[in-house]
């Protein structure tokens, strides 16, 4: 968990050396710079549970808090003020309270402005996605923070980034790509220059019914 942390800090950093410059040259200064949205939910508000992963043990949801079924379908996510030369865009959600990727896409087309509601199911049109820390498969699994165990929240990043070109993945029938392969093709990108900008929307969820987290 601690790797995969440390992977995604070190994308930060890159990016954080590479996109100010690109985007200040782009026309994303003119649109008020690149930004990440959604119709589901406001930035720092609360993830739906149309997102939410759908755990059931005896018929409830583990990952609800009054154990209502969850939807466990990636929102609709749109962007706008896109660097200028963007010719692909990858999106991920991260969990940074646990340190744990629940969804990886990238080669999206540098022509989209948006992805639609469920673009992360399995074999999605929209993009090639990664094996995601939950190992379910390539797709999209959405938040299930334990119930009862604080922080009763977690905060969960919705992060894009822009690049000049497409990534290339190590990926096998027994050795998929995962979050760890698309860090590190991200720190190569940032490296080379190719990490035109990023944009993140941040969204919160717990699992903990009201009166618990109240105890805790």
């Not at 406001?42 to 609800?64: D, F, H, K, R, T």
């Not at 999206?108 to 379910?136: E, K």
Request: hydrophobic residues 40%; negative net charge; proline residues 5%.
């Amino acid at each position: 968990m601690l790797k995969r942390l440390g992977l995604f800090v070190a994308v930060a950093v890159i990016l954080g050396s590479y996109s100010a410059k690109a985007i200040s040259q782009s026309t994303a200064d003119v649109y008020g710079n690149f930004q990440l949205r959604s119709t589901e939910f406001e930035n720092q508000g609360v993830i739906p549970l149309s997102a939410v992963l759908n755990n059931q043990v005896n018929g409830v949801n583990s990952c609800s808090a009054n154990g209502a079924a969850g939807g466990d379908r990636s929102p609709e996510l749109y962007w706008i003020g896109a660097p200028e030369g963007s010719k692909s865009f990858v999106v991920v959600l991260y969990d940074v309270t646990a340190a744990f990727t629940h969804w990886g896409i990238y080669n999206i087309s540098g022509n989209a402005t948006r992805l639609p509601a469920d673009a992360g199911v399995a074999g999605s049109i929209y993009g090639q996605q990664i094996m995601n820390d939950f190992a379910l498969g390539d797709e999209y699994d959405g938040p299930c923070p334990p119930a009862g165990v604080a922080p009763d929240a977690h905060e969960y990043v919705f992060t894009i980034y822009a690049l000049s070109g497409k990534l290339a993945l190590p990926n096998s029938t027994n050795f998929p790509a995962n979050s760890e392969a698309l860090y590190q093709a991200l720190i190569r990108a940032g490296e080379k220059g190719e990490i035109l900008g990023s944009a993140t929307l941040t969204g919160y969820y717990s699992s903990t019914p009201k009166s618990s987290a109240a105890a805790n």
